[in-house]
């Protein structure tokens, strides 16, 4: 770790204000931050502190990145930028990192370095990966749901922050309104390793949208490991008649 010294100040908060936070109820979250951070500082500044910290502890272990520690001398933004990288394209954050450790890249040209990067995740006619993928297995998802769950269910869809229902791609619910089936796809992800890394966060987030669902659909491309996911589900006593992975071609 660096000297206190070399640290951004912004580290020694996000560190000292970090179990506070964790500790606030769910429904006193907001007003329990203002509290913490002062009446004269915003609260969402000390979630990106907090958020830019756990990303870097992330680095360290996830991807064994050794150098993870010496990003904590530069400000909130530039973590901000690497974190946003990362999630796309992790190899090509971490060589980032890397630049901007040695000097070759300073905070600005990082900033344009990830933005520039993004060209990288569009396809076609500029739609993002996520949303092309989306589209081209839609028709297949239906599909299954329909043989699944019968052709009588409605698409719905929730834009309320912080509701559950929000997290599948697609949520069906029949005509007396219960939710019935949701289809979670995963990433996805030119960096296939991701894949695997990611698998246990995303069986956990299907496991527990079967608290609200009857059924939950989750969603491999095609340059996913299908067989490590099914192992880990069995790993964890998952019950496969509510919980299935597929992998769909598009």
């Not at 912004?10 to 204000?17: C, H, K, T």
Request: zero cysteines; aromatic letters at 8%; charged letters at 30%.
């Amino acid at each position: 770790m660096p000297n206190d010294r070399n640290v951004r100040p912004w580290i020694l908060e996000a560190r000292v204000m970090r179990d506070q936070v964790a500790k606030l109820q769910h429904g006193d979250r907001e007003l329990g931050l203002q509290k913490i951070t002062g009446k004269n500082r915003n609260p969402q500044t000390l979630r990106r502190a907090i958020s830019a910290l756990e990303f870097l502890e992330r680095l360290s272990k996830e991807a064994r990145y050794s150098s993870a520690s010496k990003l904590e001398m530069y400000p909130v933004a530039a973590i901000e930028y690497l974190s946003r990288w990362y999630k796309r394209d992790s190899p090509g954050a971490l060589r980032a990192a890397d630049k901007l450790l040695s000097g070759e890249y300073d905070v600005k040209k990082l900033a344009a370095k990830e933005r520039s990067s993004r060209k990288n995740v569009f396809d076609g006619a500029g739609k993002a990966l996520e949303t092309d993928y989306r589209f081209r297995v839609s028709k297949r998802i239906f599909e299954i749901v329909s043989a699944e769950a019968g052709p009588s269910l409605e698409l719905f869809s929730s834009n309320d922050l912080g509701d559950p229902v929000a997290i599948p791609d697609f949520a069906f619910r029949n005509k007396n309104g219960k939710l019935v089936v949701g289809a979670l796809i995963v990433g996805p992800y030119r960096d296939k390793d991701l894949y695997r890394r990611r698998a246990f966060e995303w069986i956990s987030k299907a496991h527990m949208l079967l608290n609200i669902f009857q059924f939950i659909l989750l969603v491999l491309p095609e340059n996913a490991n299908v067989d490590h996911f099914r192992m880990l589900m069995h790993s964890l006593h998952i019950d496969g008649s509510r919980l299935r992975v597929t992998k769909i071609h598009s």
